[in-house]
């Protein structure tokens, strides 16, 4: 089974705050996504990585940045965190790119930013 | 840019009915897949549909599309009280990123 993991369930910080979402997959996917999810607005993707060392805005990157130095990892960086931010945050990996096959999810980590 | 709407917003029934969900999308697509998600948590996958199929089983799911309408369904039979979560559906867009509704809320009463 596939197993894609996050550093933290709950996160609590600061106004200004440089966050760190750590995400890490076992299946040697190529792919890896992060998303937003609010109330009403459903998932929004932040940033995704089609290899190594690659990385690609998508939807709503304003505010964050993303580092994949290795295959199985994926960070979200958020530089100094606003109250706007504050949102729960999944991470997904997947064998091909975009949206031709399943994705699969972390467990995501609900981030308070106060 | 929003892809896939479902329809209803908020189901309620009773464990043992039926529970049938809604999708609509805007463009053509050559899948579309369906996930849950319980309170919390991440998305689960579901079941995926290739644009060349009309219905799919997994289950007590059944899924049905029909790319002429540009719309699917999510039928969940005899449903329990763990089928309690939101659904949500799931198409790429033109540039293969995917893209997800705002999801169904299904509640089962036991």
């Known amino acids: 089974d596939v197993k894609v993991t996050q550093s933290s369930r709950y996160l609590v910080k600061r106004t200004g705050e440089k966050v760190f979402l750590e995400c890490v997959q076992d299946m040697d996917h190529e792919n890896m996504f992060w998303y937003r999810q609010d109330p009403g607005l459903g998932l929004r993707l932040i940033y995704f990585s089609y290899d190594v060392k690659m990385k690609e805005k998508g939807d709503i990157p304003e505010g964050y940045s993303v580092s994949r130095e290795k295959k199985e990892r994926f960070s979200l960086i958020l530089e100094s965190a606003s109250t706007n931010q504050t949102s729960m945050y999944l991470c997904a990996s997947s064998y091909t790119q975009g949206g031709r096959e399943t994705q699969y999810f972390g467990p995501g980590t609900r981030l308070l930013v106060l | 840019s929003q892809q896939g709407e479902e329809d209803p917003q908020a189901l309620s029934i009773q464990e043992g009915e039926n529970a049938t969900m809604n999708c609509s999308y805007k463009t053509s697509i050559n899948n579309l897949q369906w996930y849950r998600q319980n309170s919390g948590r991440g998305l689960v996958h579901l079941i995926l549909i290739r644009s060349n199929e009309r219905e799919k089983h ?48 299904l509640q089962v009463f036991p």
Do not use: E, H, M, Q
Request: include cysteine; hydrophobic fraction near 30%.
């Open chain 2, 58 to 105: 997994s289950g007590r799911l059944r899924v049905t599309l029909d790319t002429s309408k540009k719309s699917s369904s999510l039928l969940i039979t005899a449903s329990r009280a763990a089928d309690t979560a939101s659904y949500f559906c799931a198409t790429p867009d033109n540039t293969d990123k995917l893209i997800f509704g705002t999801g169904t809320r």
